[in-house]
């Protein structure tokens, strides 16, 4: 059982930034690819970034390349998703992934709400 907890988000005007982490339970935290999905109202869930376990390798949504950042901390079990220059379509509900055997992604946060203003 693995336990993600997001932090970070809120309320942030257009053109701002804002840095998500993500707290991760488990001993094997190196081990797991991680990554980021959100979900703006009335949409679709998406994907955003990932990462590798060894923080070697990500991969963006084409939609955030060269805008948001995805980084891991292993010996603090976390992930971040640095976002910067931030539009009210980024406004969504962003939710923490692991995928800890390989396959699909197991395990998710609760999510946190992102508003971007205009």
């Known amino acids: 059982q693995v336990q993600l907890r997001e932090s970070g988000g809120g309320l942030v005007q257009a053109g701002g930034s804002l840095r998500l982490s993500c707290a991760a339970s488990?001993?094997?935290?190196?081990?797991?690819?991680m990554g980021w999905f959100r979900q703006a109202p009335g949409k679709e869930r998406e994907f955003v970034a990932a990462?590798?376990?060894?923080?070697?390798?990500?991969s963006y949504a084409d939609s955030v390349k060269g805008q948001f950042t995805i980084s891991r901390d292993n010996a603090k079990n976390t992930v971040y998703l640095q976002m910067n220059s931030l539009k009210p379509e980024d406004t969504a509900v962003y939710y923490c992934?692991?995928?800890?055997?390989?396959?699909?992604?197991?395990?998710w946060g609760q999510g946190i709400q992102v508003t971007v203003s205009s």
């Open positions: 990462i590798s376990g060894s923080g070697g390798s990500t």
């Open positions: 488990g001993r094997t935290f190196s081990r797991y690819r």
């Open positions: 992934v692991a995928d800890i055997d390989g396959g699909a992604y197991d395990y």
